[in-house]
């Protein structure tokens, strides 16, 4: 079988076969990420019909009941088959009458929601916005509301209204000269993120952002979307146990590099497993990233940011990486092949990241670009409780 990754940020695609991956694909049938990347996330109310019965969504929901076993098969982390997480109203059979005339989307604009697992929880919600060029909108300032919407009658609920912030990254950009030399150049990488975000309930959300542009605040830009909601989260959700993995350690390998494909690998990140961890009472932060075969050129950067932060918690929390693939296998030309703990905490995309408190419960957790601001909120709030 066949599966798309996603990229967020280069919408490519790179093919990974994968002999039996059945389970999966009913497992990651609402990931909106490959949806971005085949660019068809953006369904704006207004003008925006499906044309194709293939978008509507199954009527039953066939999500895990929590993190995957062990035994669930391995495959590249993303989008199989199955219908979009984000949806045109007109398609969900809901009367057009959700169109509300105060609200005119502006045309050639695009909101992609860079999340692939929206359930039914307090959420942090990431997106970004293209101009009619496609090129990013950066560094705006966008109002943002999130609402139900009644497949039946087409009713819509109190909107809920937040702020989004724009957090951005530094990346490393080889750049080959006509001399053959090669320089590095930075390059910045965001997204929106709208922390904790009630979704209170499982179905169709309305969301509407009004973005005013650093260039032109007086020229406001109207965006209007649906989303599907789930009703249980395929990563852990918030306030849950942690899954007890064993990854491979310092311990289990001749050099770091069999389990890391860092530059160079920091060893603290690579003494103690998650089910170490758990016992040891104390709470931990594991990031799953593979800065080498990165499929959305963000594992680097986000692992980076972790380190940042790890002088900061010495001795109160500890830090672990995962590579999400099996490095030999991929190495060898066989693919990407999930390795077990990626599996068990039913990773849809990479990278991620999870804070773990002192309880061994799920506290917080990121999807794609994370900052440091974030990371020491989140950190702060389990290194402060004592077991």
């Given at each position: 079988m066949r599966l798309r990754p996603f990229?967020?940020?280069?919408?490519?695609?790179?093919?990974?076969?994968?002999?039996?991956?059945?389970?999966?694909?009913?497992?990651?049938?609402?990931?909106?990420?490959?949806?971005?990347?085949?660019?068809?996330?953006?369904?704006?109310?207004?003008?925006?019909?499906?044309?194709?019965?293939?978008?509507?969504?199954s009527p039953a929901d066939t999500r895990d009941a929590g993190p995957a076993s062990m035994s669930t098969p391995a495959t590249i982390l993303g989008h199989t088959t199955g219908p979009p997480a984000v949806t045109s109203i007109e398609t969900m059979g809901t009367p057009t009458s959700v169109d509300l005339p105060?609200?005119?989307?502006?045309?050639?604009?695009?909101?992609?929601?860079?999340?692939?697992?929206?359930?039914?929880?307090?959420?942090?919600?990431?997106?970004?916005?293209?101009?009619?060029?496609?090129?990013?909108?950066e560094d705006a300032t966008i109002s943002i509301s999130f609402f139900t919407v009644d497949q039946e009658t087409g009713d819509t609920g109190e909107p809920r209204d937040y702020r989004a912030s724009f957090r951005?990254?530094?990346?490393e950009e080889p750049?080959?000269?006509?001399?053959?030399?090669?320089?590095?150049?930075?390059?910045?990488?965001?997204i929106y993120v709208v922390n904790d975000v009630d979704f209170d309930r499982p179905g169709i959300w309305g969301i509407r952002a009004v973005v005013s542009s650093t260039d032109d605040p007086t020229a406001l830009i109207n965006l209007q979307v649906a989303l599907r909601v789930e009703d249980r989260t395929l990563t852990p959700a918030i306030g849950v146990p942690a899954p007890r993995s064993e990854q491979a350690t310092a311990r289990n390998v001749r050099s770091l590099a069999d389990i890391s494909t860092s530059?160079?690998?920091?060893?603290?990140?690579?003494?103690?497993?998650?089910?170490?961890?758990?016992?040891?009472?104390?709470?931990?932060?594991?990031?799953?990233?593979?800065p080498a075969f990165c499929q959305s050129r963000l594992c680097g950067p986000v692992l980076e940011e972790v380190i940042k932060v790890m002088p900061e918690y010495q001795g109160r929390v500890t830090f672990m990486h995962v590579e999400p693939y099996e490095l030999e296998?991929?190495?060898?030309?066989?693919?990407?092949?999930?390795?077990?703990?990626?599996?068990?905490?039913?990773?849809?995309?990479?990278?991620?990241?999870?804070?773990?408190?002192?309880?061994?419960?799920?506290?917080?957790?990121?999807?794609?670009?994370?900052?440091?601001?974030?990371?020491?909120?989140?950190?702060?709030?389990?290194?402060?409780?004592?077991?």
């Open positions: 990229s967020i940020l280069d919408f490519g695609s790179i093919e990974a076969t994968e002999a039996d991956g059945e389970a999966l694909v009913e497992r990651f049938r609402h990931s909106v990420w490959a949806v971005i990347s085949a660019f068809t996330v953006a369904v704006f109310f207004a003008g925006c019909a499906a044309s194709t019965a293939n978008d509507t969504p105060e609200f005119v989307p502006t045309p050639g604009y695009q909101f992609l929601v860079a999340g692939s697992d929206m359930a039914a929880e307090k959420t942090r919600f990431p997106f970004i916005v293209l101009d009619p060029n496609g090129a990013f909108v951005s990254l530094e990346t750049h080959l000269h006509e001399d053959g030399s090669t320089h590095i150049h930075m390059e910045s990488r965001g530059e160079s690998p920091l060893p603290a990140l690579y003494e103690l497993t998650v089910a170490e961890a758990l016992d040891a009472g104390k709470p931990f932060l594991v990031a799953f990233s593979t296998t991929l190495r060898g030309g066989g693919g990407f092949t999930l390795v077990p703990a990626a599996v068990q905490w039913g990773l849809p995309s990479e990278p991620w990241i999870f804070v773990v408190g002192s309880s061994g419960l799920v506290e917080a957790k990121f999807e794609a670009i994370v900052t440091v601001p974030e990371l020491r909120l989140a950190l702060d709030a389990v290194a402060s409780v004592q077991p």
